[in-house]
């Protein structure tokens, strides 16, 4: 029985114990799958009946690995970033591993930014913000993988670049790289044996290949699993809450110094030092943006936490991280960026501080807007 269960689609190690990990399968499964000389772990098994490619995570030594096998392969690389989240997006040292491989990157959950922000500029911005974090991508795209916008687009840029190459799609948790490939699979006519089955003794492929027109094919690799982002912090439930499903509609206040706002109870903004000014605020339109003075700003969120000030609700209020300030002072316009959560646009020649639970990220960026 401690013999090693591999799945004959993707090579994976097959456990039942972590449903989000690498080779999860349930027990009746891997009963069945035994009997039938047929082991799938569950997400190939998803693959092959419903041409549907469920996500799933990877710890930091697996990370390591994925990245090697990225360095070693000859192929493109479809680097897919939640442009909501672009911080929260970005896999560290990517650029390192990437070899000489092209990468192609693509900005999606486009259809949460507001309608008036010129797409190409922001793709500019995205060109920009790789380039800052050491990536020289060979082209940039934006989709929204949801609701199928410009995926089209995308397909025939990674036919454009891949030259004959294999594709390598990589990307953190929750970007949506799933559901990309998802698009991209049902917009792909003729991938009847979506996965191979053939056995790799020995080894641990865990990536997903999907063959395309020419022989070669595209590659789903493992989300990695980025420590800061709000994902890890607030429950599922809270999550739902402040994470955007639709267009963002930008709110403008008109603060003066020595001001706050709440975003919920889970951040919050303080314009500290400049004078009046318009601050314009990012965040899921639900999330209830509560001004307040500075000075009254510890006391308010101690009294209204959990209440007024939600999410966290009453009941998890208790378990919610304390609040960690990070004070900025500003000299070109710049995004106060919330990790996960949006950002408020600040004009130069202000001081301003952001707070947010231990363990998010908070950070200034040159303005995406
Ligand atoms: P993965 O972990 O990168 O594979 O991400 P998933 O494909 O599982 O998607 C994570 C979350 O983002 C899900 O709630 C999706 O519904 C959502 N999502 C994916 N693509 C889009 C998009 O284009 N727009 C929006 N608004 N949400 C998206």
Known sequence: EDEELRCIGCGALIQSDDPAGIGYTPESAIKKGLETDELYCQRCFRLRHYNEIAPVSLTDDDFLRLLNQIRDADALIVYVIDIFDFNGSLIPGLHRFVGD???????????????????????????????LSGLRPIDVAMVSAKRNNQVSDLLEKINKYRENRD?????????GKSTLINQIIKSTTGVKELITTSRFPGTTLDKIQIPLDDGHELVDTPGI?????????????????????????????????????????????????????GVVAYFDNNLNLHRTKLENADAFYEKHMGGLLTPPTADDKDDFPELERHEFHIDQKSDLVIE??????????????????????????????
């Open 101 to 131: 491989n092209p990468i192609l990157l693509v900005g999606n959950k486009e259809d949460i930014l507001p309608r008036s922000l010129k797409r190409t500029k922001l793709m500019d911005w995205m060109r920009q913000q790789a380039n």
């Open 340 to 369: 996960g959560l949006g950002w408020v646009t600040v004009p130069a020649g202000t001081t301003v501080a952001g707070w947010a639970p231990v363990g998010v990220s908070v950070l200034v960026r040159k303005a995406m807007i």
């Open 167 to 175: 594709v390598y799609v990589v990307g953190v948790t929750n970007v």
């Open 225 to 277: 699993i980025h420590a800061e982002q709000m994902a890890h912090v607030l429950s599922a439930q809270a999550l739902k809450l402040v994470a955007p499903q639709k267009e963002i509609k930008p709110r403008t206040f008109q603060l003066n110094d020595q001001q706050t706002i709440f975003l919920g109870g889970v951040a919050r903004f303080d314009y500290v030092k400049g004078p009046r000014s």
